[in-house]
């Protein structure tokens, strides 16, 4: 009985065993299988796209769009390049492929292969659309040459209307130095004298009322980035001809028929206080850089000059140093706006700076109580 008993048990365990061998070797099968299916997904993912690259080009259009920089940017994707081919648009497999295509724009490239393959998607959305199985890249920038007309598009012609007797108008020129930085293609630069036959032209057919300004051909309208920018400049007429209406002051405005813009600045001291703040050191550059004015003069006067004392009384001015601004300065709006918060505007249109408080940890003067104000920190 206990000979039968110990049989039974050891069959028992010897199935137990043979059980779980052969679990364990499904589960390893399965995951054997399983390992086996992620490295041929990322075998798959990791293969290389086969494509053949058809490049299209003007050479005489020296400043087109480099199609190279862009055919290298293609290349750095997941693609095997088996072949390269390049034709002058004006030859006859150039043609054939432009007519084919119904390509606009050259230079361009085509790309032949497994274009529909999903790692190439993103890269395809964005930058050309399939034609017959084939990629065509249409993402070219001006300068290009337009297939259909025959003609170079984008290179733009800046005019620049100018005033040769104000030296202290605004130089516009750096703007148009931007413009090429962003990648604008100013093919020429004129210059023409507002008051000439044909500045005043120019000026009567788009009804320029401040000068300097300057005008970018219709070409300028193929730069979407640009462009989109230039609502902070000016207007765009029918003729799609951009023109630059907000000058910055100075500048001289033909409906008054005077230059605008020019202002003289008064920096009012006292001598004795020797360790009052300087004006000129302090406030000049909130003036100039802060606000964009232009200081047509700067004058010094001291409080205990004829000049000096006539100014306190005329203004009724208690707290020195200050400064004060001529009349133009009321043109620039952005200082204007502020003013009412540290200073005031007097009847005679000058602008005299009183709040000497909102210069923090400065050292001033009240006249009324012939006393120094210094900054709290330093009290005694």
Same mark, same amino acid.
């Given at each position: 009985?206990?000979?039968?008993?110990?049989?039974?048990?050891?069959?028992?365990?010897?199935?137990?065993?043979?059980?779980?061998?052969?679990?364990?070797i499904?589960?390893?099968?399965?995951?054997?299988?399983?390992?086996?299916?992620?490295? /041929?997904?990322?075998?798959?993912?990791?293969?290389?796209?086969?494509?053949?690259?058809?490049?299209?080009?003007?050479?005489?259009?020296?400043?087109?769009?480099? =199609?190279?920089? /862009?055919?290298?940017?293609?290349k750095?994707?997941?693609v095997?390049?088996?072949?390269?081919?390049?034709?002058?648009?004006?030859?006859?497999?150039?043609?054939?492929?432009?007519?084919?295509?119904? @390509?606009?724009? =050259?230079?361009?490239?085509?790309?032949?292969?497994?274009?529909?393959?999903?790692?190439?998607?993103?890269?395809?959305?964005?930058?050309?659309?399939?034609?017959?199985?084939?990629?065509?890249?249409?993402?070219?920038?001006?300068?290009?040459?337009?297939?259909?007309?025959?003609?170079?598009?984008?290179?733009?012609?800046a005019?620049? =209307?100018?005033?040769?007797?104000?030296?202290? $108008?605004?130089?516009?020129?750096?703007? @148009?130095?931007?413009?090429?930085?962003?990648?604008?293609?100013?093919?020429?630069?004129k210059?023409?004298?507002?008051?000439?036959?044909?500045?005043?032209?120019?000026?009567?057919?788009?009804?320029i009322?401040?000068?300097? &300004?300057?005008?970018?051909?219709?070409?300028?309208?193929?730069?979407?980035?640009?462009?989109?920018?230039?609502?902070?400049?000016?207007?765009?007429?029918?003729?799609?001809?951009? @023109?630059t209406?907000?000058?910055?002051?100075?500048?001289?405005?033909?409906?008054?028929?005077?230059?605008?813009?020019?202002?003289?600045?008064?920096?009012?001291?006292?001598s004795t $206080?020797?360790?009052?703040?300087?004006?000129?050191?302090?406030?000049?550059?909130?003036?100039?850089?802060?606000?964009?004015?232009?200081?047509? &003069?700067?004058?010094k006067?001291?409080?205990?000059?004829?000049?000096?004392?006539?100014l306190?009384?005329?203004?009724?001015?208690?707290?020195?140093?200050?400064?004060?601004?001529?009349?133009?300065?009321?043109?620039?709006?952005?200082?204007?706006?502020?003013?009412?918060?540290?200073?005031?505007?007097?009847?005679?249109?000058?602008?005299?700076?009183?709040?000497?408080?909102?210069?923090?940890?400065?050292?001033?003067?009240?006249?009324?109580?012939?006393?120094?104000?210094?900054?709290?920190q330093?009290q005694?």
């Amino acid at each position: 009985m206990n000979k039968e008993k110990i049989i039974t048990k050891t069959n028992i365990i010897l199935g137990v065993i043979v059980i779980s061998s052969l679990v364990g070797i499904l589960f390893s099968t399965k995951t054997f299988i399983g390992f086996n299916k992620k490295v /041929a997904t990322l075998k798959e993912a990791n293969k290389p796209v086969n494509v053949k690259i058809t490049k299209i080009t003007d050479s005489s259009c020296s400043n087109c769009f480099n =199609i190279d920089n /862009a055919i290298s940017t293609f290349k750095k994707l997941n693609v095997k390049v088996e072949e390269e081919n390049s034709f002058e648009f004006n030859s006859n497999e150039g043609k054939e492929l432009i007519d084919k295509f119904q @390509i606009k724009k =050259i230079p361009t490239y085509i790309v032949t292969g497994d274009v529909s393959n999903k790692k190439l998607n993103n890269f395809i959305d964005v930058n050309g659309e399939i034609k017959d199985d084939n990629f065509i890249f249409t993402k070219v920038l001006p300068v290009y040459k337009d297939t259909t007309s025959n003609l170079e598009m984008g290179n733009v012609t800046a005019t620049l =209307i100018t005033d040769p007797d104000c030296t202290k $108008c605004t130089n516009l020129k750096p703007i @148009i130095e931007e413009f090429k930085k962003a990648n604008v293609k100013i093919k020429e630069l004129k210059e023409i004298a507002w008051n000439t036959t044909e500045g005043q032209k120019i000026i009567r057919q788009y009804k320029i009322t401040k000068i300097p &300004s300057f005008i970018f051909s219709s070409d300028f309208d193929l730069y979407d980035n640009a462009k989109s920018t230039w609502s902070n400049f000016g207007s765009v007429e029918k003729d799609k001809t951009y @023109i630059t209406r907000n000058t910055p002051l100075p500048y001289r405005d033909l409906n008054k028929g005077r230059i605008l813009g020019l202002v003289d600045i008064i920096y009012l001291t006292d001598s004795t $206080c020797q360790e009052c703040y300087d004006p000129e050191a302090v406030q000049k550059p909130i003036v100039t850089s802060g606000y964009g004015v232009y200081l047509n &003069s700067e004058t010094k006067i001291d409080i205990s000059s004829l000049r000096g004392k006539d100014l306190i009384k005329k203004y009724k001015i208690t707290k020195i140093p200050t400064i004060i601004l001529s009349p133009e300065v009321d043109q620039y709006v952005n200082l204007k706006n502020v003013w009412k918060s540290v200073g005031k505007i007097e009847f005679d249109g000058w602008y005299v700076f009183t709040e000497l408080n909102q210069l923090n940890n400065l050292t001033y003067k009240d006249l009324s109580t012939n006393t120094i104000v210094r900054p709290v920190q330093e009290q005694k």
